[in-house]
């Protein structure tokens, strides 16, 4: 009875046993899972280097385990469970073999086949040579392939697929709880797609470093596919620079792939290092331990500009610009050197590393030698205003102006001679703008450069225009802006200026007061014009009168003359004299006008000029009428004549007006008559005196 105990109690722990085995012999293995099968008992050991057994060693197992039931006998066989890999969008994933051959001393990857496809078949990729290390392809963004875990580890962003087989990276997995790209030397950003595209609005292009193939040749610093056998063939054709140009930057990354293609890229020659043509915008799937890209601004060549390129790399010098030219050497483009033909307005996709690039205005370029800087540029940042002394030592800050152009054919001459734009102002103009001025101001007086600055600005044009020649730099224009004096100049030149504008003021007043007598004087006139009229109209009513008058004096001297040539005498000088004293008296009431208080006096200079003429007149006139009374009576008789006119004139009553004599003659008779006359108011005439002598000679009846 013991003895079937036992036996029951053996069978049991067969059945157990095997039903143990069974049980851990089937692996339920999901839909995106394998299975990595370890064989723990083989009477084969795994060849030296190789992780994985493909012909039945113990070890990890070549052959996985897909999604479903499957069955493997334990404890022969343990199974353990791994995802698949899955590359999520916007990342790549790297490969790295555990098993091959080993890779070439001196490569840093593997060969690529096209029999590895995307690593998913072992057996092709050992079978095709496929080597250790680093894999060249990449597994693109939305992979998902059952890939083995023994023998590839796959990195990307996220996580890293596979089981490492290196106690160190075993070791780092299990102190971290898993594998990070980061044990690789990779960062998540490096496995990311690389995109290319504008930063703001800065263009930007990838600078391509190949981290393997081949050694570049010797004196060589960058990489072209074919070198520069090509732009040789354009040289001896004549092709134009500008051709050969084009030639340069158009990219032979199509032969690869954009270095997507890594061994394509080393199939065609491509060499570690620096390579010639970057990348432009774009997504690329690019190797991070195979290919390392920097983004750079892309070259813009904007209007009114051109870019001289000065390259390091190409066909050795071959020096255009003659024995007379001793700045540099001018080239062709594909050459090392300066190109004789520079980049025009465009974008050009040019490797900063290999092409350097200086940016020359053709437009008209202004530079200020002041505390502000040009909008359009920074070339005068380090321009100040210019200082100096004048002969008597003053010192004076001016601001100052220069146009410049440099033509586009002459840019590359101008390069060579200067280095940059910035050299040729800082190191050029700067010194020879600054001393010409400096020199000026020391060979004038303050005061002179101040009258005399249209002639200075004028020297300088000229003194700059023929220095600047040498440099093949036109001169446009040099205007001094500004001119800041010492206090001390500009106290004197303010008193001075004040006493300018003083004196001027006073000039000023001294012509308004000349003008205000004139004024004065108009309205003195204005206010005398009626008395002005006043008198000239006097003027002529005595003018009239006397007209008048001389007429009545002519007419009174032709009856004089009629009756008696001396009393026609005698009335017509006393016409004349009244004429005269009636003009004399017209011009004093002028005069009186016009010269105030020294009319009056004119007037009775005159006026008594005028009765003496008549004084004098009337006397002649008498004489003259004395003679012919005298010759027609006789003396005794003129002479009692005379006396009766006198005493007639004074009108003096010598008898009474009823006389009554005795017999007394002629004499009385005559005399008595005469008296009679001439008390009546009457005068004396000859005709009168003739009667009476006949009346005496006649008796009485």
Request: charged content about 20%; cysteine-free.
């Amino acid at each position: 009875m013991q003895t079937t105990l036992v036996v029951l109690l053996v069978s049991l722990g067969v059945v157990l046993l095997a039903l143990l085995i069974v049980a851990k012999s089937f692996h339920s293995i999901g839909p995106a899972s394998i299975g990595l099968v370890n064989k723990r008992l083989a009477r084969k050991s795994l060849s030296q280097g190789n992780p994985v057994a493909l012909r039945g060693e113990a070890g990890f197992q070549g052959t996985l385990l897909m999604p479903g039931l499957r069955f493997k006998l334990w404890p022969i066989f343990a199974v353990s469970k791994h995802p698949w890999v899955q590359v999520p969008a916007g990342e790549i994933g790297v490969v790295i073999a555990q098993v091959g051959q080993p890779i070439k001393i001196g490569a840093k990857s593997g060969e690529y086949k096209a029999e590895f496809g995307n690593f998913s078949d072992l057996e092709a990729f050992l079978a095709n040579g496929g080597q250790k290390g680093v894999q060249r392809p990449v597994l693109p963004p939305g992979t998902l392939v059952p890939i083995h875990p023994a023998a590839f580890l796959v990195i990307t962003a996220s996580r890293v697929y596979g089981t490492p087989v290196s106690h160190e990276l075993r070791s780092m997995a299990a102190g971290r709880g898993g594998l990070t790209p980061t044990a690789f030397g990779l960062t998540p950003a490096q496995l990311q797609v690389t995109v290319i595209s504008p930063q703001g609005a800065i263009d930007m292009v990838g600078i391509v470093t190949a981290l393997d193939g081949d050694p570049l040749p010797s004196g060589d610093i960058a990489s072209r596919l074919g070198g520069f056998e090509d732009v040789v063939k354009m040289h001896s054709a004549e092709v134009s620079d500008a051709e050969i140009i084009d030639t340069l930057l158009g990219r032979k990354n199509e032969l690869h792939n954009n270095y997507q293609d890594f061994q394509q890229f080393v199939t065609m020659g491509g060499r570690i290092g620096l390579q010639h043509d970057p990348l432009l915008y774009g997504a690329y799937l690019l190797n991070p331990f195979l290919i390392s890209v920097e983004m750079v601004p892309m070259l813009v060549v904007r209007q009114g500009e051109v870019a001289v390129i000065k390259s390091f790399v190409g066909l050795p010098t071959l020096d255009t610009s003659g024995s007379e030219f001793k700045f540099g050497s001018i080239v062709r483009p594909g050459r090392r050197g300066i190109w004789q033909e520079p980049l025009r307005t465009g974008k050009y996709p040019l490797n900063p590393r290999i092409y350097a690039s200086e940016i020359v205005p053709t437009s008209i370029l202004t530079l200020n030698w002041a505390s502000a800087v040009s909008q359009a540029h920074n070339l005068d940042h380090a321009l100040s205003p210019i200082e100096g002394k004048s002969r008597e030592g003053f010192v004076f800050k001016i601001d100052l102006q220069v146009q410049i152009h440099v033509s586009d054919t002459k840019a590359p001459k101008v390069i060579s001679m200067v280095g940059t734009m910035q050299n040729l102002v800082n190191e050029v103009l700067q010194s020879a703008v600054g001393n010409h001025f400096r020199n000026t101001l020391q060979r004038l007086e303050a005061i002179r450069f101040i009258e005399t600055r249209d002639e200075v600005q004028s020297a300088a044009l000229e003194a700059i225009t023929e220095y600047l020649t040498g440099y093949d730099v036109e001169t446009r224009g040099v205007y001094i802006q500004d001119v800041v004096f010492p206090e001390e100049l500009v106290k004197v030149l303010t008193e001075r200026e004040i006493a300018r504008q003083e004196k001027a003021t006073f000039h000023e007043q001294q012509e308004a007061q000349h003008a205000r007598i004139e004024v004065e004087r108009a309205r003195g006139t204005a206010d005398m014009q009626g008395q002005l009229a006043s008198s000239q109209v006097s003027i002529e009513i005595n003018s009239n009168t006397a007209e008048a008058r001389a007429a009545e004096a002519r007419g009174q001297a032709a009856y004089v003359e009629t009756t008696a040539r001396a009393e026609a005498t005698r009335v017509e000088v006393i016409g004349k004299a009244d004429a005269s004293r009636i003009q004399a008296v017209g011009a004093a009431e002028a005069s009186k006008v016009q010269a105030v208080g020294a009319a009056e006096a004119t007037r009775a200079e005159a006026v008594g000029l005028a009765e003496a003429k008549a004084a004098e007149a009337l006397g002649l006139a008498r004489a003259e009428g004395f003679e012919a009374q005298k010759r027609a009576l006789g003396p005794q008789a003129t002479a009692i004549v005379a006396a009766i006119n006198a005493i007639a004139e004074g009108g003096v009553n010598v008898v009474p007006d009823v006389l009554v004599t005795g017999g007394g003659g002629g004499i009385e008779g005559l005399a008595a008559t005469l008296i009679k006359r001439l008390g009546a108011g009457g005068t004396v005439t000859a005709a009168d005196l003739s009667d009476s002598k006949s009346a005496e000679e006649t008796p009485a009846s």
